[in-house]
């Protein structure tokens, strides 16, 4: 099915199972410890052997030598593999860098070889007796060192600079000019399930278990660097602990692993220790962002300019800080620019909401500044500068666009009007402070499609390459194919993470519900018409409902469908671009914290957003996607760093003992409202994705809650203690 035309009524808005609160269909497995994790798959499989990787010890330079007499020989090792011993075809799609490295070292903890033995001790053991020799080469570690020779470079496939109108004139002319600087750190996904892949050979054919988002991009990506045909690989990955972007693609352990058990002869298992995943997979890279707004003397925005900085390995992409902003406020001159420069630290890639988590924080806490130099409550100035058409696009209309009202909204829910002037509100020790954001993230739209199943027995199969990172697909998708056939969530089986199924949108990008469950749709309306035929119904008129399949006066039972077997279909839906339309998700995060006036100390006391995002599909899961994505907007704004050790190109917190990553339990209150909406324009659900609007803005809120709680501004995130106490008024 071409989606390129609004939805009308369809039976997924009869609501009997769509959009109501459902508990996760994979819950009782995960909480049991009866769900499979990639790490987990060795029952039935005799003879498994365990894999350690040999990691790069230096950030760039050269493979002079490399002796693994010793590793080989120690008790329990069956083998040592190098970049000596195979050739593998280019990198993992979406990469940039090598995943297995030699003689030339691209970033510190490149994967140089892999130990291979009969325990994961010994493999462990033995990769420590490996022997490197290196002829080290300088490298350039530091933003600030490259910035001055950053280029303009556009991310993931979209241009480096956009620009409407003439930004310089309009900027110079504006009657209230505002022009600041601010700094993002860089970030670790520090998801709880490490990278972990079990590799099995049956003749010429690979079966691979590993912990992955996109279940056909790394088919592919294995095939080719296996030079192998993509028929002969098959992938599986229906449970994930998280990937936040970090497994869209596949890493060092699943090539590792496939080349290990390719030469063994046995199926071998890599995990990645935990001290590795920071340094050898991906990282979201530190920003500089420069934000100029021009404005006229009552707060409309007539100039907006935003430009970011970021550094990454020699091919890679920037961290794209302007995505947001070209289309979340009006203003009919912009300038949106990315710059990067080239740095030998791990690559940078996507995660967490790429480009839009770090650039909102700077655009939020520039709105927040530009209304005090207005005059203007922040949310006066947000609501004033909305715009109903996309403001880098401005022929497209927005398809669903209720920004305000989830200002407005949330700020009654949230008591703004109790709002005080900054530094001036105490409660003993702390000094207590609000801030607000705009959340904005595209509504991206993704080919996806499934087969479903009516079974002898009454159930339902659906089976998609989908993946599940805790977002709750099984259960969306079960709620779909229960809409659509009449049946309850609990006679619908949902089959995910296999690329013998039909290919999905897979997850990442907050693309993955939307499309996934329209592609289902469609699979299921062409599940109707071949139960319709089997029963001789009028197709055009038939209602499926409470397991029965209703036409003019006729009922039938779905069962009397299958009396001479199962009935299955496929579907799949494609998007098109939209000449007149543009697609988003917005809402308004608001925040309220605490700032210890002897210490410094910043706690996050309540947190409300209130969510745009069209039809919402499951309350339950989609809640507490935007709860967890709060939670993460508080690491960036408060805790996430990765320290870079400039003397060896390298970050020295690569652990979650370091790698400080907060928790629902460190914020006392949280909230989530979903503004009751469906958009007929995006896709035959009418509705979009949410994870990732959860994050946006956060950071922001926060760094205008703290200023507001000490009347002193900090333009740098994370905002540390020493910071922090630097203003602080004097304790009372």
């Not at 860089?186 to 279940?215: C, K, R, V």
């Not at 159930?459 to 998609?464: A, G, M, Q």
Request: glycine share 12%; proline share 5%.
């Amino acid at each position: 099915m071409k989606f390129d035309a609004p939805m009308g009524d369809t039976p997924i808005d009869t609501g009997r199972v769509v959009g109501r609160p459902h508990a996760r269909v994979d819950g009782p497995l995960k909480t049991t410890g009866r769900a499979t994790y990639a790490a987990e798959w060795h029952d039935g499989l005799p003879g498994l052997l365990h894999g350690f990787i040999i990691p790069a010890t230096i950030a760039k330079g050269t493979v002079t030598a490399i002796d693994t007499a010793k590793a080989k020989s120690a008790a329990g090792v069956v083998d040592v593999l190098t970049f000596e011993n195979f050739d593998i075809n280019g990198t993992a799609n979406g990469k940039t860098v090598k995943l297995v490295g030699g003689p030339q070292v691209q970033h510190y903890h490149q994967a140089l070889g892999v130990v291979i033995a009969e325990t994961f001790e010994a493999a462990r053991g033995a990769a420590a007796l490996v022997e490197v020799d290196y002829e080290a080469e300088a490298g350039a570690f530091s933003l600030d060192g490259v910035r001055a020779d950053a280029k303009v470079c556009g991310a993931f496939g979209g241009p480096g600079e956009t620009r409407v109108g003439d930004f310089e004139a309009a900027f110079e002319a504006a009657e209230v000019q505002f022009d600041q600087e601010y700094r993002t750190a860089a970030h670790s996904p520090a998801m709880i399930e490490p990278f972990a892949s079990i590799a099995q050979w049956e003749g010429d054919g690979l079966t691979l278990w590993t912990a992955n988002q996109m279940i056909a991009t790394t088919r592919s990506s294995m095939a080719s660097m296996l030079q192998i045909d993509e028929s002969r690989v098959r992938v599986l990955s229906p449970y994930i602990g998280g990937g936040f972007g970090a497994k869209l693609w596949a890493h060092a352990d699943a090539i590792l692993a496939a080349l290990a058990a390719r030469k063994t002869g046995r199926p071998v298992k890599v995990v990645m220790p935990r001290g590795l995943i920071f340094n050898n997979t991906i990282n979201r890279p530190e920003t500089i962002q420069r934000l100029r707004i021009g404005t006229r003397a009552d707060g409309k925005i007539e100039a907006f300019g935003h430009e970011g900085w970021s550094g990454n390995v020699e091919g890679g992409n920037p961290e794209s800080t302007v995505l947001s902003s070209r289309s979340v406020y009006a203003g009919p001159n912009r300038l949106m620019a990315d710059h990067m420069g080239h740095l030998d630290l791990p690559e940078g890639n996507a995660m967490r909401a790429p480009g839009d988590a770090v650039g909102s924080i700077a655009v939020e806490i520039a709105m927040d500044e530009l209304a005090e130099k207005l005059g203007l409550d922040p949310i006066e100035l947000r609501v004033m500068n909305d715009s109903q058409v996309d403001p880098s696009q401005p022929k497209k209309t927005f398809s669903n666009r209720h920004l305000v009202r989830c200002l407005q909204d949330g700020a009654e829910r949230f008591g703004w009007s109790g709002r005080q002037a900054p530094g001036t509100r105490r409660e003993g020790k702390w000094l207590v402070g609000m801030g607000v954001a705009t959340a904005y993230r595209a509504a991206l739209r993704s080919a996806s499609g499934a087969a479903v199943r009516l079974e002898t027995n009454g159930r339902i199969t659906v089976e998609t390459d989908m993946t599940d990172i805790g977002t709750g697909s099984y259960t969306i998708l079960a709620q779909t194919a229960g809409e659509m056939l009449g049946v309850p969530v609990d006679r619908v089986d949902v089959r995910l993470g296999d690329s013998a199924f039909p290919k999905s949108a897979g997850s990442g990008g907050q693309w993955g519900a939307s499309s996934s469950t329209s592609g289902l749709y469609v699979a299921c309306v062409n599940l109707r018409r071949e139960i319709a035929q089997r029963l001789s119904l009028d197709e055009e008129r038939a209602e499926f409902e409470d397991g029965e399949v209703r036409s003019g006066n006729r009922v039938c039972s779905l069962l009397d469908a299958v009396a001479d077997g199962p009935v299955s279909a496929e579907g799949k839906i494609d998007f098109g671009q939209s000449d007149t339309h543009a697609f988003g998700t917005f809402g308004a995060h608001f925040v309220e914290v605490g700032v210890d006036s002897y210490t410094g100390e910043v706690r996050v006391r309540r947190m409300l957003a209130v969510c745009s995002a069209g039809r919402i599909l499951n309350p339950v899961s989609a809640r507490s996607q935007v709860i967890g994505a709060m939670t993460m907007g508080v690491g960036a704004a408060l805790s996430e760093k990765l320290v870079v050790d400039e003397r060896y190109g390298c970050f020295i917190n690569h652990d979650l003992a370091f790698y400080e990553v907060p928790v629902h339990a460190d914020i006392p209150h949280q909230d989530c409202v979903f503004l009751d909406d469906v958009d007929p324009h995006g896709n035959p659900m009418k509705a979009h994705g949410v994870g990732e609007l959860g994050l946006c803005g956060v950071g922001g809120a926060i760094a205008n809650a703290v200023y507001n709680a000490t009347g002193h501004r900090l333009r740098k995130v994370p905002m540390v203690v020493e910071d922090i106490l630097a203003g602080l008024p004097d304790p009372v």
